[in-house]
């Protein structure tokens, strides 16, 4: 059991994110046990055949314990914002101390025998960590970044779907709802993963407490290091309709209706996004932006919600269903 003492005020702090790099990593236990993760099979066999003939598929793999199923806590690291650049994640992990990655990669093993390709690699700590982190960028982009834009709206999705139910019903309804197997009372979470023989007590005291969903956990993780940043990645929902098809919206007949600058913005918001980003990508004024987002608010088809300091606007059902003409 992984157990967490969080004070009013880490209640008051707590923080949402989702990390390109989380998924970039938790995504090898599907590889590792397609059986356990039947609902992400066409991704599997796709990069199962991307993958073919890469030769470090080897060492990422190995990086996943047999049976216990953990992976060194350096690859990954607690987000620094809520929508982390996969590029800033990239290098802060290769700005760890080497030492620090084989200490990790020796922790994820626990008692068993560590593989020959990691215990050869062990010998020489910055060996290790250079050739790791490089191993997970060019994986990154075989496995992940195509998908990174479908994957990242569910997260997102699910962001503001925990940051409302904060709004509205407390912290305790949200970190109850995040996993059956957790408790909270008191100021004390409980994460009940006995069967991975995690067994800690932390104190957050102000270092700041991370909820992270994440698309490959099968329930709620934590790091292994009682000292590590306190975190919770816990399975997104939706996960189902991930890889499902999904018809192509009709830009023209939404432009008829409400304007080519809204239109545009509502297509864009399919993941909730943030006002300033909206305004870096279409190269004009927060204020500009603001305005579209006002007006769409007021008429129910963007909603909005807090994601630690950020506001996220997303698309209602009533505006997918208008430009899916599903009204």
């Given at each position: 059991?992984?157990?967490?003492?969080?004070?009013?005020?880490?209640?008051?702090?707590?923080?949402?994110?989702?990390?390109?790099?989380?998924?970039?990593?938790?995504?090898?236990?599907?590889?590792?046990?397609?059986?356990?993760?039947?609902?992400?099979?066409?991704?599997?066999?796709?990069?199962?055949?991307?993958?073919?003939?890469?030769?470090?598929?080897?060492?990422?793999?190995?990086?996943?314990?047999?049976?216990?199923?953990?992976?060194?806590?350096?690859?990954?690291?607690?987000?620094?914002?809520?929508?982390?650049?996969?590029r800033d994640e990239l290098a802060q992990i290769r700005r760890t101390p080497p030492r620090q990655a084989v200490a990790d990669v020796i922790r994820a093993y626990?008692?068993?025998?560590?593989?020959?390709?990691?215990?050869?690699?062990?010998?020489?700590?910055?060996?290790?960590?250079?050739?790791?982190?490089?191993?997970?960028?060019?994986?990154?982009?075989?496995?992940?970044?195509?998908?990174?834009?479908?994957?990242?709206?569910?997260?997102?999705?699910?962001?503001?779907?925990?940051?409302?139910?904060?709004?509205?019903?407390?912290?305790?309804?949200?970190?109850?709802g995040l996993d059956p197997s957790i408790q909270f009372s008191n100021g004390v979470l409980r994460m009940r993963i006995s069967s991975y023989q995690l067994d800690?007590?932390?104190?957050?005291?102000?270092?700041?407490?991370?909820?992270?969903?994440?698309?490959?956990?099968?329930?709620?993780?934590?790091?292994?290091?009682?000292?590590?940043?306190?975190?919770?990645?816990?399975?997104?929902?939706?996960?189902?309709?991930?890889?499902?098809?999904?018809?192509?919206?009709?830009?023209?007949?939404?432009?008829?209706?409400?304007?080519?600058?809204?239109?545009?913005?509502?297509?864009?918001?399919?993941?909730?996004?943030?006002?300033?980003?909206?305004?870096?990508?279409?190269?004009?004024?927060?204020?500009?932006?603001?305005?579209?987002?006002?007006?769409?608010?007021?008429?129910?088809?963007?909603?909005r919600a807090r994601a630690g300091r950020v506001v996220l606007y997303t698309r209602t059902e009533l505006a997918d269903r208008l430009i899916h003409n599903r009204?």
């Amino acid at each position: 059991m992984i157990t967490y003492r969080l004070s009013v005020d880490d209640l008051a702090d707590m923080r949402f994110a989702c990390s390109p790099l989380l998924e970039t990593a938790t995504s090898l236990w599907a590889l590792t046990e397609p059986s356990a993760h039947v609902l992400h099979l066409p991704w599997i066999r796709r990069t199962n055949a991307v993958l073919a003939d890469w030769p470090d598929r080897e060492l990422l793999l190995a990086l996943v314990t047999p049976q216990l199923w953990w992976m060194p806590d350096f690859l990954t690291p607690r987000p620094s914002s809520p929508l982390p650049d996969v590029r800033d994640e990239l290098a802060q992990i290769r700005r760890t101390p080497p030492r620090q990655a084989v200490a990790d990669v020796i922790r994820a093993y626990g008692d068993r025998p560590l593989p020959l390709v990691l215990a050869d690699l062990c010998r020489t700590p910055r060996r290790l960590r250079d050739r790791i982190c490089t191993a997970f960028a060019t994986y990154w982009e075989l496995a992940i970044e195509p998908h990174w834009p479908r994957m990242r709206t569910l997260l997102e999705a699910d962001m503001v779907h925990r940051a409302r139910l904060l709004a509205r019903d407390g912290a305790a309804a949200v970190l109850t709802g995040l996993d059956p197997s957790i408790q909270f009372s008191n100021g004390v979470l409980r994460m009940r993963i006995s069967s991975y023989q995690l067994d800690y007590e932390s104190d957050v005291r102000g270092r700041g407490f991370w909820l992270v969903p994440t698309l490959f956990a099968k329930h709620t993780i934590a790091p292994l290091d009682p000292d590590g940043p306190p975190t919770a990645a816990y399975p997104a929902r939706g996960i189902g309709t991930l890889w499902e098809t999904r018809p192509e919206p009709t830009r023209r007949a939404l432009a008829d209706l409400l304007g080519t600058p809204r239109a545009d913005l509502l297509m864009e918001l399919e993941a909730p996004t943030s006002t300033v980003e909206l305004a870096r990508r279409r190269n004009v004024s927060p204020s500009a932006i603001s305005q579209h987002l006002a007006t769409l608010h007021a008429n129910g088809l963007v909603a909005r919600a807090r994601a630690g300091r950020v506001v996220l606007y997303t698309r209602t059902e009533l505006a997918d269903r208008l430009i899916h003409n599903r009204l």
